[in-house]
Each structure stands twice: as C-alpha cells, then as structure tokens.
Nanobody, 119 residues
Framework: VHLVESGGGSVEAGGSLRLSCANS????????MGWFRQAAGKQREWVSS???????NYDVSVAGRFTISRDRVKETVYLQMNALKPEDTAMYYC??????????????WGQGTQVTVSS
C-alpha cells in the first residue's frame, strides 16, 4: 500500500477544499481509512475515519463541516472540508489500516498535504 494525498492549498476562512488520497501500491486496502492532521508545533491528531462499509466518525472539532468518503473501487478516500477556520491550518495526512472498524490499526501513512486557512 502506498498512499498519495492531493488537494491541499491556501484558502480564506469560510472557504472549502477537497482532499484526496489514492493507493498507488500493489496491495489493496482491506480496513479503515482516515485522515489526521498536524499543526506546527503540535502533535498529530485524528480528524476522521471511514470503514470498509462506509461508516464514518469525526472529531468534534470538524463534525458538521468535514465529510469523509471512500471509493473502494478506486482505493481512494476523500475529505471534503467546508466552512474552514484558521485553526484548521495543518499538514493533513491520509492513513490506512488492516482492521475494518473501529480499531483500524493505522499502519500506512501518506506524505501529507498542506492546508492553510487565512483569516
């Protein structure tokens, strides 16, 4: 499994971005996929997860603003981010794990894509 993120960028507060993460490796993803983020000087934090059958979960800080989705055929996970806030500024990482739900066991990570939200 090899995860490659795309879609980051710079937006003003209130704007939207859509992140994508595709598996370009030879092995398939049989478990959860998710998104994490790490702001400068802070620890990496979990944002959202999606199970193999489409169940989703969100951190309270993004619930109602972000939407995670998954295309199992394309082996791609998306994160639609609306109503962005300056505090959403971070490097966003995609992750995949071998377990279906809810433990996930994330063990493969992408290289990250930067999201910057200006006030």
């Amino acid at each position: 499994v090899h995860l490659v993120e795309s879609g980051g960028g710079s937006v003003e507060a209130g704007g939207s971005l859509r992140l994508s993460c595709a598996n370009s490796g030879d092995s398939g993803i049989n478990g959860c996929m998710g998104w994490f983020r790490q702001a400068a000087g802070k620890q990496r934090e979990w944002v959202s997860s999606v199970s193999t059958d489409g169940r989703t979960n969100y951190d309270v800080s993004v619930a109602g603003r972000f939407t995670i989705s998954r295309d199992r055929v394309k082996e791609t996970v998306y994160l639609q981010m609306n109503a962005l806030k300056p505090e959403d500024t971070a490097m966003y990482y995609c992750a995949a794990g071998p377990h279906p739900w809810p433990g996930c066991g994330y063990n493969v990570w992408g290289q990250g894509t930067q999201v910057t939200v200006s006030s």
